[in-house]
């Protein structure tokens, strides 16, 4: 009687080309891949600046903020890939108030996005009635901020 070989392992060709199959899965997938990630990082640099606006716009309706806004006042919060800050003549006091507040550090607050923009800018501007205009200077970034999709 002829003794079977005992064949628990696979072959150099099954090997070859399961190690082909996988590279051809991530040549496809990976551009998706990164595509998805890059989309996550210009989701985060909306979702900060939105929140920024938004803690502003909280602080400025505060009648008891201990450094309000005046009429009048103009602001610039620069965000780059290395960290956040504000330019103003006369309403850091209020700006850092309004972020420190809400636990916001903007020496913290970076840019995450590589494609799209590599910093934003914040511009606002306390109009008479009290209320803060808010506009942006990457026309990119300002689009996203209103919701329009970009390339």
């Not at 716009?57 to 960290?83: C, H, L, N, R, W």
């Not at 916001?104 to 607050?109: L, M, N, R, S």
């Not at 923009?117 to 209320?131: A, H, L, M, P, R």
Request: net charge neutral; aromatic share 8%.
């Amino acid at each position: 009687m002829k003794k079977e070989m005992n064949n628990k392992g696979f072959s150099l060709v099954e090997l070859i080309i399961v190690i082909a199959i996988m590279a051809i899965l991530i040549v496809v997938l990976a551009p998706q891949y990164l595509k998805y990630v890059e989309k996550s990082r210009n989701s985060t640099d909306v979702t900060n600046a939105t929140e920024i606006v938004t803690a502003i716009q909280v602080y400025a309706a505060d009648p008891d903020a201990a450094k309000p806004f005046a009429k009048g006042e103009t602001f610039k919060i620069t965000v780059t890939d290395s960290a956040g800050s504000i330019t103003t003549d006369t309403a850091a006091g209020s700006v850092a108030d309004a972020l420190t507040q809400t636990g916001i550090t903007i020496g913290d607050t970076k840019c995450s996005s590589k494609t799209r923009w590599t910093q934003y800018i914040i511009n606002g501007k306390v109009e008479d009635n009290g209320s803060i205009t808010f506009t942006y200077d990457n026309g990119d970034f300002s689009n996203a901020m209103k919701g329009k999709s970009g390339s």
